[in-house]
């Protein structure tokens, strides 16, 4: 069965170093794996995905991640950190032999930027 | 301007009522889809749709009902079956393909009394 994981609750870093926000997967065939993120009282909103190609993906805000094959991974970074990236960051799988194009997330990773 | 609405953003509801949430979206999207989120669970899907008159079960959809009348609009029933209905309810839509992210509405609100 897909699963997300992200393993953890929150993340803090300081205003302007680099940050971290880590996601696992499991699928069956080939994935297609997606980044949100949500602000407070808010819908999510799309940052980056992988579908093939290049390992390291750009998306917006000046977040980026790297898919992983062998670790199963798609870990989100940003070079350096705002106070405005504080908000709840969700990692979302797509299981590409799967033709309802459900999507599976993780249970969301709290990020606090301190200034 | 392109995007899903929901509508309203809070709703109260007594016990043993049914109250229908809207979500209409206006990017000609094929494929629609409803989620509930409670906190420190992510999202879980209650419906989907990837076409008009048509939809299916998603992980948690005891409880709710929907209807796909029209291509636009995906309306969701919490009925009084659900129960534990409070939560933070978000609608989506996407092309009907697998590569395209989904868009999602700002997002409703419920909470019963």
């Known amino acids: 069965a897909q699963s997300v994981a992200q393993p953890e609750d929150q993340v803090n870093v300081a205003e302007g170093n680099p940050l971290t926000v880590k996601c696992t997967y499991s699928v069956s065939g080939n994935p297609y794996l997606f980044w949100y993120v949500q602000y407070p009282n808010r819908g999510l909103q799309f940052l980056l995905k992988?579908?093939?190609?290049?390992?390291l993906v750009k998306g917006s805000y000046g977040f980026e991640a790297e898919f992983n094959k062998s670790q199963t991974s798609f870990h989100l970074k940003k070079p350096s950190a705002l106070v405005s990236d504080s908000a709840l960051y969700f990692c979302a799988v797509r299981d590409i032999p799967d033709s309802s194009y459900k999507l599976i997330f993780g249970s969301g990773t709290r990020l606090l930027v301190r200034p | 301007d392109g995007g899903i609405t929901q509508s309203p953003k809070y709703l109260f509801r007594k016990e043993g009522q049914n109250v229908t949430l809207s979500c209409e979206q206006n990017?000609?999207?094929?494929?629609m889809y409803w989620y509930r989120q409670d906190p420190g669970q992510g999202l879980r899907l209650i419906y989907y749709?990837?076409?008009?008159?048509?939809?299916q079960k998603g992980d948690i959809a005891e409880g709710y009902s929907v209807s796909r009348e029209k291509k636009e609009s995906f309306p969701l029933t919490v009925t009084s079956a659900q129960k534990n209905p409070t939560a933070f309810y978000l609608c989506?839509?996407?092309?009907?393909?697998?590569?395209?992210?989904?868009?999602f509405g700002p997002g409703t609100r419920l909470t019963v009394l």
């Open positions: 749709s990837q076409i008009v008159n048509d939809f």
């Open positions: 990017l000609n999207h094929d494929a």
């Open positions: 992988y579908i093939t190609g290049d390992n």
């Open positions: 989506a839509s996407s092309i009907r393909s697998g590569v395209d992210e989904q868009f």
